[in-house]
């Protein structure tokens, strides 16, 4: 019995010495500090923190000052690695360190859910993706390891974003797809969604020819797409502290604009646009009349522009349904028409671009009654658009962008006049296999890896 107290209180001496021989550091910014699983600590920075010298002013090696010139390598002087162990080295022994400048977070990305719809995802199936998603890094749930990541992050689901096509063609209340991801807003978890060209009628809607502008029923379900996205941003604003601004012509006074948006999430701008940026504002008509009239997107070409003049040396996340490379397909180059606000046109009608009446004249959108044009004449007007949009994101730090719409795991480096390039990241549609892209992120630095992942 005495041997087995001798035993005990010997134990407890070495769990005490233990714990009393930790290093700590003090610092010049503010730090937080943890132990990870392999016994390191782990030292969180603020953003923008120099780690190449000068940061640690001081140090303690069981509760005692001990000068920093005595630990090997000296802390002071030490060219640290962002995420990398770092290990330093006091009478005799070692004590292990990583230290990490900004907060990094993972954002989660799908697209063309198509919420109850034919052939789409219905609400119990999306309800398990949300399920999945949230539960991404927690014990029993997907995992996902970045090459890039500092060792010891865990990938959680911090933000969340549907890319567009929420639910059935012109859905008009937008119940089932608010019931499917009502999970996100349940736990709490920033939850943004943007329209994409089932949810916001272009010009021609589904093969119509009699009808150059919207009719007025399609109006007004436009209206109530818009108004989801705007509630639920809403809401995302208040689980991530963060304040929404939209981004619209302040010149046009048509009944319906776009009002895409944008918040600045850790460190990093989002730029959301619902559809895409250039897709052209309308007045809905009245009853009676019913038909719209059209305005240029000069307007929102410009109020972007200068938002980004006022923002560009932020890290920037782009968002939007349409991608921006191009594909030959049974719709006769859609990928290309979806950037001129039209829908399906038959692949042996030329010319393919309609146009309803336009109350103004500009060199992205030329006014008449109705304007057309050939597909070659189309095709490069779509592109002047995307080269337009391309050269105000390459103004931002570090832009990635992510899309839908085409339905498929793929992407493609965009080049901007001045040769600049980002990439835009397109995903397969979230009813297929449940899939999403997966994006680490880093404060004030933006996109760092992005994988794709099956929930």
Sequence with gaps: MKSNRFFMFVAAALLTTSAWAQMTFTYSATATESTLADGSTLVQLPSGTNLNGGFITGA???????????????????????????????????????????????????????????????????????????????????????????????????????????????????????????GFNDAKIPFITITGNHDLVPDIYWDSTDDYGLNYSGCNNNQTALNLVKTQYGKAAGFGGFTVETITDPNCDADVQMEHFTFKYKGVRFYCANNYWFQKPYDKGSLLTKSTTTYAADGTIDALNSYVEAHKDEASIWVSHYPFYSEANDYNDANERWWLDQNNAAADRDPVCLWPVDADESEFYNGGTPVTYTSAEGQALAEKKKKALADIIVKTKNPRHFSGHSHKDDGQDVTATNGTKFRDHTIEAAFTQRRALVVLCKENVGVIEVQRVNF
């Design 60 to 182: 303690k090696v069981g509760g005692q000052t001990v000068s920093l010139s005595d630990i090997t390598p000296n802390p002071a002087e030490t060219f640290i690695t962002d995420g990398e162990i770092e290990t330093f080295v006091y009478d005799g022994k070692a004590y292990s360190f990583r230290f990490i400048e900004g907060a990094y977070f993972t954002a989660v990305m799908f697209g063309d859910p198509h919420v109850a719809q034919d052939n789409g995802i219905s609400v119990a199936d999306m309800q398990t993706m949300v399920t999945n998603i949230l539960n991404l890094g927690k014990e029993g749930g997907a995992s996902v390891t970045f090459a890039a990541a500092p060792k010891g992050y865990v990938p959680t689901a911090d933000i969340v974003i549907c890319l567009g096509d929420m639910d059935k063609d012109n859905e008009t209340s937008g119940t089932d797809f608010t019931n499917a991801m009502q």
